[in-house]
T-cell receptor, first 112, second 110 residues
């Protein structure tokens, strides 16, 4: 059974810092991995999708990497801004079936 | 492109009452998911549909929860009777590869 963990659970940084969020998964037989952002009281917004054959994806100030063999993905946020404050979740989709398993999320606060 | 629509956005009921949620996925998306998200946790999959067939409902409490996707488009999730521990946000998502989520329905059971 796939299990997904995220470290740290919460993070507070001053504006302008570069930061890394971590996602680990136990079963490396994945189809893809997706990073989401969730603002309080809102649904999830897709940030980046990495297919199992890819090693990284970039969108603006965000870069996500995937190392299947070690069961890890990182989300790198460059030059953080207060508007980046949200909870960041990773979700892993398995090869055997199409269901996603989510991590518990990292709650990020970027202080002005 | 219109996103995933859900209604209602908020619902407050008393325990043992019934409640239903509605989801309209993105046009053309064959896969539809219902998730339960308890405060402070990641979403937990309740049920996955591929068109109008169920792919995975292993984590759906079938004694009280039911879901259907007639005609392979809209879907409804029902809880009958509700318990206090059902208080959560119920998220619907659809996928054609990448998942897209609706705004969710926040359920409070008193």
């Amino acid at each position: 059974k796939q299990e997904v963990t995220q470290i740290p659970a919460a993070l507070s940084v001053p504006e302008g810092e570069n930061l890394v969020l971590n996602c680990s998964f136990t079963d490396s037989a994945i189809y893809n991995l997706q990073w989401f952002r969730q603002d309080p009281g809102k649904g999830l917004t897709s940030l980046l999708l990495i297919q199992s054959s890819q090693r990284e994806q970039t969108s603006g100030r965000l870069n996500a990497s995937l190392d299947k063999s070690s069961g890890r993905s990182t989300l790198y946020i460059a030059a953080s801004q207060p508007g980046d404050s949200a909870t960041y979740l990773c979700a892993v989709r398995g090869n055997y079936g199409q269901n996603f398993v989510f991590g518990p999320g990292t709650r990020l606060s970027v202080l002005p | 492109e219109a996103g995933v629509a859900q209604s209602p956005r908020y619902k407050i009921i008393e325990k043992r009452q019934s409640v239903a949620f509605w989801c309209n996925p993105i046009s053309g998306h064959a896969t539809l998911y219902w998730y339960q998200q308890i405060l402070g946790q990641g979403p937990k999959l309740l049920i996955q549909f591929q068109n109008n067939g169920v792919v995975d409902d292993s984590q759906l409490p079938k004694d009280r929860f039911s879901a259907e996707r007639l005609k392979g488009v809209d879907s409804t999730l029902k809880i009958q009777p509700a318990k206090l521990e059902d208080s959560a946000v119920y998220l619907c998502a659809s996928s054609g590869g990448e998942q897209f989520f609706g705004p969710g329905t926040r359920l409070t059971v008193l």
